[in-house]
């Protein structure tokens, strides 16, 4: 079994050895996944001389690792939770936005003409328990009602012809969701990125950044960078170097197996459509097949902070071959992780803290929202504020007293919600 992205086979990682940063820039970016590309696209293209820092080889975060589904990624509050915290007005206006994400990454990818396997068959969400389905299908009645989102109930009765797994009470398929191949997507935005005219520069940690009077001044292994202005983009590696945004980040892992290639009529079968899949338990789970549809991704947490590729393996096996007995039989090829970031709040956020701008806290559906968030920000940097204004814009960036970036006790509440899916509650 292979222990990096299967997504790497396809769209291979650079090796490339760090080189000496330039002494003064524009703008530098820290973090060289989907949110420091996009910002950087904007920010190159407006004339401005940018350069990209990445602690890794380029993808070393979530960007080129993640299962490549793509929707409007509604806030995990739903609209009740959403609605008692910030009001009727602002909680439509967040989704409205939201229900556009897949919208905007199309759009993206075809003006970008980054070939990236995007497909857009739509996303089957399976009911575990009959309560849940009830449940399901009124989350989705309120949101066609709220935000026009598009999509169906799917009856116990009619799901054969959405899922051949007979784990599900019905479910609800939002019909214009979609997937891509993560890898190719972030080698084409490099590739762009680099056409602007920006410096990414691999393996260059940014071990300490200070102000000083034109903006900060950024300290590598390598030498160091001033920078009139500076985005901080490193989402769930967000480390001691900026502790303000640490301590707003609750760092997860999430992982991902890829089965072994499958006879096609077992994949037909079991995904008939090729549509994007997950399920009703607390403890997400995601799954698909490969673009290619030869094989099955199966993601979801991992057994802990640190990566342990034989215990996640067995644990997606596990949770694989419950919802689709089937694959039993058929061997793991791949398993790999990464680091996504939860907020308190369970938003994403962007904006300008301490005079360092930021894009983070994607909650684990970040494909679109990094690549939109990212955008967004480059604009604010250029001062164009109506370009750069989202709705999450005036959403206060939470954190709690005492916390300062290592979650420990992030184990014990996984534990409370593996146990409260194991009681289906
Ligand atoms: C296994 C997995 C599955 C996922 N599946 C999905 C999915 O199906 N759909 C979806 O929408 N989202 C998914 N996500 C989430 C999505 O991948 C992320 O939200 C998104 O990629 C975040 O992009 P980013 O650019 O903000 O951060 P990242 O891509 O994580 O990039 C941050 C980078 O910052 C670098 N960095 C950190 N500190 C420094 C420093 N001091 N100096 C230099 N560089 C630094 C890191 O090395 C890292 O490469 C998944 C994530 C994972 C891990």
């Known amino acids: 079994m292979?222990?990096?992205?299967?997504?790497?086979?396809?769209?291979?990682?650079?090796?490339?050895?760090?080189?000496?940063?330039?002494?003064?820039?524009?703008i530098a970016i820290v973090g060289a996944g989907f949110s420091g590309l996009s910002a950087a696209l904007v920010l190159a293209r407006a004339g401005l001389k940018v350069v990209v820092f990445e602690a890794g080889q380029l993808g070393e975060g979530a960007s080129s690792r993640n299962g490549g589904m793509v929707g409007p990624s509604f806030h995990k509050l739903g609209i009740a939770g959403l609605t008692a915290k910030y009001g009727k007005e602002k909680t439509n206006e967040i989704l409205r936005e939201s229900v556009g994400f897949t919208d905007f990454l199309e759009d993206f990818l075809r003006v970008e003409k980054i070939n990236a396997d995007f497909t857009r068959k739509g996303r089957f969400l399976g009911a575990l328990k009959p309560a849940h389905f009830d449940r399901m299908e009124k989350q989705f009645e309120a949101l066609r009602e709220t935000c026009g989102v598009s999509g169906k109930v799917i009856p116990h009765a009619d799901q054969a012809s959405e899922t051949g797994s007979s784990k599900f009470f019905g479910g609800v398929v939002y019909d214009k969701d979609g997937g891509l191949h993560p890898a190719k997507f972030h080698n084409g935005l490099i590739s762009n990125v680099r056409a602007a005219g920006v410096t990414i520069l691999a393996h260059l940690l940014v071990d300490d950044i200070t102000r000083n009077t034109t903006g900060f001044q950024l300290t590598t292994a390598l030498g160091k960078t001033n920078a009139t202005r500076v985005a901080v983009c490193t989402n769930g590696y967000t480390g001691p170097q900026f502790p303000e945004l640490r301590r707003r980040i609750l760092p997860l892992r999430s992982?991902?197996?890829?089965?072994?290639?499958?006879?096609?009529?077992?994949?037909?079968?079991?995904?008939?459509?090729?549509?994007m899949y997950g399920d009703s338990r607390r403890i997400v789970a995601y799954y698909r097949p490969s673009p290619d549809g030869k094989r099955i991704l199966f993601g979801g947490r991992a057994t802990g902070i640190v990566d342990n590729p034989i215990k996640n393996a067995r644990q997606l096996r596990q949770s694989m071959t419950d919802i689709f007995p089937e694959l039993k039989f058929n061997a793991t090829s791949h398993v790999w992780s990464g680091l996504v970031a939860y907020t308190f709040?369970?938003?994403?956020?962007?904006?300008?803290?301490?005079?360092?701008?930021?894009?983070?806290?994607?909650?684990?559906?970040?494909?679109?929202?990094?690549?939109?968030?990212?955008?967004?920000?480059?604009?604010?940097?250029?001062?164009?504020?109506?370009?750069?204004?989202?709705?999450?814009?005036?959403?206060?960036?939470?954190?709690?007293?005492?916390?300062?970036?290592?979650?420990?006790?992030?184990?014990?509440?996984?534990?409370?919600?593996?146990?409260?899916?194991?009681?289906?509650?």
Request: hydrophobic letters at 35%.
């Open 2 to 26: 292979k222990s990096h992205p299967y997504w790497w086979e396809h769209a291979p990682r650079e090796t490339t050895k760090p080189v000496s940063p330039p002494e003064k820039v524009d």
């Open 255 to 275: 992982a991902i197996i890829a089965t072994e290639e499958l006879p096609s009529e077992l994949i037909l079968k079991l995904m008939p459509k090729a549509r």
């Open 345 to 425: 709040d369970h938003a994403p956020h962007l904006g300008l803290h301490d005079g360092l701008y930021f894009a983070m806290g994607y909650c684990g559906s970040g494909v679109a929202r990094s690549t939109y968030f990212g955008q967004k920000l480059g604009y604010k940097m250029l001062d164009q504020e109506e370009k750069g204004h989202t709705a999450f814009d005036d959403i206060p960036f939470q954190t709690k007293a005492l916390y300062s970036g290592n979650p420990w006790f992030m184990p014990m509440v996984l534990n409370w919600h593996r146990m409260a899916d194991r009681f289906g509650l």
